[in-house]
């Protein structure tokens, strides 16, 4: 029984393995809920949309045991975006793959009670037993909000537990209130003016009739088709021709009474949500300007705003080539510490080549990028978790409309910086499928972290350290140059999509400012954990993979005698290196490239560790890094440097453009259901990369860059 | 204060309170803004404006919002 009187079984207790949904608005702290209550670890974000897939965990109480599924975040039950119809569906019982689900915790933050509320009112409604969650309550607290939990769950019907999901404070009692039968259900005390109210019920029970729905489900529906316009119930095919009359006759009475339908509805359940506040919040007057005002007034200035945006992204290039070579070094050294040693300690012979020029030197090669790596995603997991970026987003608004994308783009591509498949995924919030499409067509564009260690061996190997201006350091001025190329690349091609392909007009743009805060240590310190774990993953398996058959084929079949050169030359990767380089010779590569092109394919930095295997077969006695390796390598023939600082500008330029990455081809089928779109992104990114070189190379040589 | 100086909320002076008289967006786009809190009689606080937007604060959450949609919400002083 609830405190109510109502009975409210336990929406799990004792029965088979229950489902309990996580619902809540974007930033309410639900993903760290979900963490905290199932121990799974996730990405914890602060802007909107960082929730894009389905996350499922187990939460075991005692005997209970029940599946969470965090649904993504959303502001109502009326979609906008395809993340927010994912959760609608799901809690109105319409999604196809799952069931309806047992009960829901809806994750509401303190701090923004009156908007969280209008999803509390809608949850309540479905008639699943609910639980509120008012996480964030410190903060509130801190802020000199007060919040009677009682008057809250009176004015609910609902149990309301608070929560501080950073802290894990008060999720045992979450998972008390939720497993051991302690969740309320009640309709929502939401009053709709009588006539709207009449009509409303009376829909609701002809859609009962005709299509079987449940009653919470019909009830919603009813709403959503009162509140549609006239054009868009035209478009409308799914409910019986008897019951789209009545909905016409309907807007007619509800139009003639003077109602704005649109509006009433919302409206109604605002005036709900004061109400409730009324009776349960009270909040200290504030004068003047706040810290967040204050903040704001200098980091979204018009000019200050963007000096700072781009200082920050400087900090970030120069941070991630400065301050990243030390444990660089270390790692180079660590790994040539171990080639020393299992060559000295195994006798001469294939297998020892196979793990010291096959494995060792290869996984070495990509693994030293490691600390760069890191180091981007400390500034990123940083920027998120102050409630900085969405306020980049703000100040990007304006440039991404001038292209035609829209201000939630940015996020995406800013994404993407890391790798283009949560960038691609994270576009699931743009409400509008052009604008959505043309944001994946190009966020590949922007550089990845996975050309990272390609940009950072070309620059070691062609760039001279030398300062520019006595400030900035010209590798750190190249880097910085590369993914503003890839950047500045990716908002023209979507200006030419958007003029071209993906007509429309311009799209509007909103954006929920997260409050500033300090960022969690711990947070950022697991998303870097999350990152550098996987990487070594990959470096551990695909790339130690690719680098062992690399080796194979650079090294058989066998020549005797020769040079190490005429030997890599003999070999299969020599014949293949041969068949592709009429096609790139234009671009001023050689077949050596060639195969680091073609095995990149699997992912681009395995182009390092093919040149670490072909540079070391090949070499001959040059002591030193793959970097130094690079620079010493001259054309037998010719004699001529087989790296010029024009070659490496141009394997840098090509990997900047060129779709060199099947995984996100892969996720680009997935997210546009089929293969025209994805077919398309690599034919024009292949294209845009080759002419673009070509172009780069011309010039270098004409401007007599070549040598 | 008088309540009957109608305007959009892009004319909303820095830092004034305004309340929400109706929108005039795309229909969705109205649904979509009303269901974050920019419904009708809504307070609604300029917190500043810049880069052809606004940011606002309405329900005590801070919005950044497009010129073109500031300009469907018509406000007048509040009380």
């Keep these: 029984m609830d405190r109510d009187g109502t009975p409210t079984p336990g929406a799990v207790r004792g029965s088979r393995t229950g489902l309990i949904a996580l619902v809540g608005n974007p930033n309410s702290g639900k993903t760290t809920l979900f963490n905290a209550l199932t121990g799974l670890r996730q990405r914890v974000g602060n802007y909107p949309g960082v929730t894009v897939e389905r996350k499922e965990g187990r939460m075991r109480l005692g005997d209970t045991e029940a599946v969470i599924l965090d649904l993504p975040g959303t502001y109502s039950l009326t979609p906008g975006s395809p993340d927010e119809r994912i959760a609608t569906e799901i809690l109105l019982g319409k999604a196809p793959h799952t069931p309806l689900p047992d009960a829901v915790i809806c994750v509401v933050d303190a701090n923004h009670l009156e908007r969280n509320l209008y999803l509390v009112s809608q949850v309540i409604e479905q008639n699943i037993p609910t639980v509120v969650a008012l996480n964030m309550i410190d903060i509130a607290r801190r802020h000199g909000m007060r919040i009677d939990i009682r008057a809250l769950e009176r004015e609910l019907g609902v149990r309301v537990i608070p929560t501080v999901a950073r802290k894990s404070e008060g999720v045992g009692e979450l998972a008390r209130a939720v497993l051991g039968g302690g969740s309320g259900r009640r309709a929502s005390g939401v009053r709709l003016p009588e006539p709207v109210e009449r009509e409303t019920e009376e829909l609701t029970t002809l859609l009962v009739r005709a299509h079987q729905f449940s009653l919470p489900r019909a009830r919603s529906e009813a709403i959503s088709l009162l509140s549609a316009d006239g054009a868009r119930l035209e478009e409308t095919d799914h409910y019986a021709p008897g019951v789209l009359a009545h909905v016409r006759r309907d807007h007619e009475k509800l139009d003639f009474l003077g109602f704005d339908r649109r509006a009433v509805f919302v409206e109604s359940r605002y005036a709900w949500v004061r109400e409730v506040c009324a009776h349960a919040v009270t909040r200290p007057a504030t004068e003047g300007m706040t810290r967040s005002d204050r903040l704001d007034a200098i980091l979204t200035h018009r000019i200050w705003g963007v000096v700072i945006f781009i200082a920050l992204m400087a900090i970030v290039f120069q941070a991630m080539f400065s301050w990243a070579q030390l444990p660089m070094n270390l790692i180079r050294s660590g790994f040539d510490e171990l080639g020393t040693l299992v060559s000295s300690s195994m006798p001469a012979g294939d297998l020892r080549d196979l793990i010291v020029h096959g494995g060792i030197a290869g996984v070495a090669a990509v693994v030293a990028f490691l600390p760069q790596i890191l180091f981007l995603f400390l500034f990123l997991g940083f920027l998120e978790d102050t409630g900085y970026m969405a306020r980049a987003a703000f100040i990007m608004g304006k440039v991404m409309s001038r292209v035609g994308l829209h201000g939630k783009s940015f996020i995406p591509l800013l994404s993407s910086f890391a790798c283009a498949i949560p960038g691609i995924m994270a576009t699931r919030t743009i409400d509008n499928g052009r604008d959505r499409l043309a944001t994946m067509l190009v966020a590949p564009l922007v550089s990845c972290s996975a050309r990272l260690p390609v940009y950072a061996l070309m620059i070691a190997a062609v760039i001279p350290p030398l300062s520019v201006m006595g400030i900035v350091s010209l590798p750190a001025l190249t880097m910085l140059s590369m993914y503003l190329l890839g950047m500045v690349m990716a908002l023209v091609m979507a200006w030419v999509f958007k003029k071209t392909l993906l007509k429309g007009g311009p799209p509007s743009f909103i954006i929920e400012l997260p409050p500033y805060t300090i960022p969690s240590l711990r947070s950022t310190l697991m998303l870097m954990w999350e990152r550098a774990w996987l990487f070594l993953k990959r470096a551990g398996t695909i790339i130690l993979g690719a680098s062992i058959l690399l080796w194979f084929l650079a090294s058989y079949p066998k020549l005797d005698g020769g040079t190490p050169a005429e030997r890599l030359n003999h070999s299969f990767v020599g014949m293949a290196g041969r068949l592709v380089e009429p096609v790139i010779r234009p671009l001023g590569f050689d077949w050596k490239i060639g195969i680091g092109l073609l095995t990149s394919l699997i992912q681009r930095e395995v182009f390092v560790s093919t040149m670490a295997t072909i540079y070391d077969v090949g070499s001959d006695g040059t002591s030193g890094g793959l970097p130094e390796k690079l620079r010493a390598a001259h054309n037998p023939v010719t004699g001529a440097p087989e790296f010029t600082a024009l070659t490496g500008i141009c394997i840098m330029v090509y990997y900047v453009l060129a779709m060199q990455c099947f995984s996100t081809v892969a996720v680009m089928r997935r997210e546009t259901n089929g293969w025209k779109w994805p077919l398309f992104q690599v034919a024009y990114m292949t294209a845009l990369a080759y002419s673009v070189t070509f172009i780069v190379y011309r010039a270098g040589l004409a401007m007599g860059l070549g040598g | ?79």
């Design chain 2, 1 to 79: 204060m008088a309540t009957n100086m109608h305007m959009t909320l892009i004319d909303a002076p820095v830092g004034s309170r305004v309340r929400i008289r109706h929108l005039t967006s795309r229909p969705e786009i109205s649904t979509r803004l009303r269901e974050l809190g920019f419904c009708e009689n809504a307070i609604v606080r300029c917190v500043m404006k810049g880069y052809g937007n606004i940011i606002c604060e309405v329900h005590n959450t801070r919005v950044g919002l497009d010129s073109v949609l500031a300009r469907g919400i018509h406000v007048s002083v509040s009380d």
